[in-house]
Each structure stands twice: as C-alpha cells, then as structure tokens.
C-alpha cells in the first residue's frame, strides 16, 4: 500500500524471511504485534515542495501539514511503519538513484535510513508492505514494463527477497499492497488504469487474482490508493481523481458505488495520494502549520486560518449532490471559531 501505502505508492504511494503462504506458521519471533485497527485518512504529496497535506477525517482539528527534507519533484511519497511500534512514518523514492529515504514519524524532519533498492532510472515505481508479519514495512518495486514484483524483507536494500509476476504489462498497471483478508500480511495488486479495473492477490506470488473488480468511471485520470478507511482490520481501495481533486473510497474489495467521498486539496496535476492512520497526538503547533501554509500557497503572510484555508478546499459530496459548499478548516478545538466543518459523507444517503 505510489503509493500509498504508492500509493501505499506511489502511494504505503517494507519484513522475518519467508514469503507469505497459507501454510506458514507464525511462531513467537515472527508473530506480528496486532492492535487495536484504526481507521485511515487520506492525504497528498506536493513534490516541488516536499510537503504532505494530511486531512482529518474527523474535522474537529485542523488538518496536519509536515515536510520531509529534501524536496525533487520527481519523487514518490511513501507510508509505513519502520519499526514496528504503531507509528506510520514516511518516506520518499528518488527514482533518479533508486534511494528509499525513510522516516519513522509523519512529521516534518530529515529521514532516519536510507535503502538503496533495485536500479537507477529504470522506471520501476515503489510500494511499501509487511511482507512477512513481523510488523514492520518494508520496501518493495515493481517493473511495469515486465509486470514484476521484486520485495526485500530486511530493511537494509540488497537483492530481492522475493519476486514474481503479475498483472498486464500492456496496461501500464500501478502497483498496489495491502492486507486484503486481515491476517496481519500484506498481499500485493495492480490497478489497471485503462479500464479502472483492480486485480488483487493475497499471496505473494503468482496466479489469479483473488479479487477483481472495477471501480471508478473507465476514461477518467485516476490514481489508486489503499487503506483501511471504516478500521476493521482489512485494507480496502480507494482512487483520486487528479483534475477535480475527488477521492472515492470503497470499503468491500468488490465493483460498486464509493462509499464516502469528498474534495481535497489543492489543484496540482504534480501531486500524489498517500494514505495512513490519524493519529490526534500528532496535530502540529500553529506556527509550524502557518509557515508550511504559506510556503504551498505561494509565500503571501496571511493569518493562520486564512492561509490554510486558501490552500485547502475541503468540501464533502453526495453521489447525488451537484452543488458544492466550501469549508473553513479549524486549527484548535478549542477555537471554535475556526472548527473545521468538513465531514466524510457517506454515498448514497
């Protein structure tokens, strides 16, 4: 789960030894650390920036900006956690390098490690998964062009752990990861832009899909992202619509309506969706959010509630809902003045 999660990639925009099976044992050294799920929100990466904009499902806080330190407008946005203790870090791909700069809190800083993982300038695009249940992510890649998968469990780069093939090389598909049956390991997927059509596999390796299904209007420019949106222990999928800043969420793994979905963000054919748990605790301090604000706005000095909400269009929608009403975002529940007004709506109602 570019991701992710590439998505968990491009856009989660990477872990004991052995590949994941049904047969597998899961001793007390392997054993992943289970807890309480919690749902997941969405948020974007602004490249030329290196900034994520993180929304609050909730809307009873502002929602959080963070930048990582070293700013490309080529790289990828990256979620996981690192180090097993229930915090999703982030991270960044430099595809120029094949470096994974890694960190272990969704806050702004330098990263804590480096991994260099598969060649340079080859066109392979990141994910990020618990490939063998010991609770922490590790990092993984995926050759569109060969519709391989190559993962490394160790967290320290070197050759792939494990590799196989699947998908459609003729489509272009985008890799996906996630834990699609709530055994606490993650299977991998593509999504296949062409026809917005998502194959989904809990094994990691080859053969058939386990799940398949479209989702999305076929034609429009999507990008796919995983997460799990209601927090029953179980990824689902979810897709961003570039030119209208739309997320539409789904949580069964099967064809249908989404089930909430809602405008965010700024306009921004460069940016990309990432997913990951939000965590209250984490809310920055006012001046820290001012200056990322302005900084992605373009520079003008506003006031704090001003300048997030001139770079924020948080608005919720029906999938009957035709008219759109603009939000204000707050920063502290104890200013209800400026409480934030956006809810997640769920279709249909």
Same mark, same amino acid.
């Given at each position: ?11 989660? =925009? ?30 974007? =990466? ?5 900034? *994520? ?14 930048? *990582? ?47 260099? =993982? ?47 093939? *699947? ?29 917005? @059509? ?9 053969? @058939?899909?386990?799940?398949? *299904? ?49 405008? =965010? ?5 460069? @940016? ?78």
């Amino acid at each position: 789960m570019l991701t992710s999660k590439l998505f968990k990639p491009l856009a989660r =925009f990477f872990k004991t030894s052995e590949p994941k099976t049904s047969a597998q044992p899961q001793t007390v050294d392997t054993l992943r650390v289970r807890r309480l799920p919690k749902p997941f929100t969405v948020g974007l =990466f602004y490249p030329e920036k290196a900034i *994520f904009l993180i929304r609050n499902p909730a809307a009873e806080h502002s929602h959080r900006l963070f930048e *990582f330190a070293y700013p490309a407008e080529d790289w990828l946005p990256l979620t996981g956690d690192w180090t097993n203790t229930g915090v999703m870090g982030s991270g960044l791909y430099d595809p120029n390098t094949s470096l994974f700069y890694l960190r272990n809190q969704d806050d702004s800083g330098y990263p804590d490690n480096t991994i260099y =993982f598969g060649p340079a300038k080859a066109g392979w695009l990141p994910i990020v998964g618990d490939w063998n249940g010991d609770g922490c992510d590790s990092v993984g890649l995926y050759d569109p062009k060969t519709s391989q998968f190559y993962l490394n469990n160790t967290g320290r780069g070197g050759q792939a752990d494990c590799q196989f093939m *699947f998908g459609n090389a003729a489509h272009a598909c985008l890799p996906l990861a996630g834990d699609w049956d709530g055994d606490g390991l993650d299977g991998i997927g593509v999504y296949d832009p062409i026809n917005s @059509v998502f194959y989904l596999r809990n094994q990691l390796s080859s053969g @058939v899909a386990d799940y398949i *299904f479209q989702f999305g209007t076929v034609g429009e420019d999507y990008l796919p992202l995983v997460g799990d949106w209601d927090g029953n222990g179980c990824d689902s999928i979810g897709l961003y619509h570039l030119a209208t800043q739309r997320f539409e969420l789904r949580n069964v793994l099967s064809a249908g309506v989404a089930d909430s979905q809602f405008t =965010f963000g700024l306009c921004d054919p460069r @940016v990309k969706p990432i997913a990951l748990p939000w965590n209250e605790w984490q809310l920055r301090d006012i001046q820290s959010d001012q200056h990322l604000a302005e900084r992605l706005r373009g520079g003008s000095a506003l006031p704090v509630g001003e300048a997030l909400a001139s770079i924020i269009k948080a608005e919720t929608k029906t999938a009957t809902e035709t008219s759109k009403k603009p939000l204000r975002m707050g920063l502290r529940r104890r200013d209800p003045a400026m409480k934030a007004l956006d809810q997640p709506t769920q279709a249909g109602q």
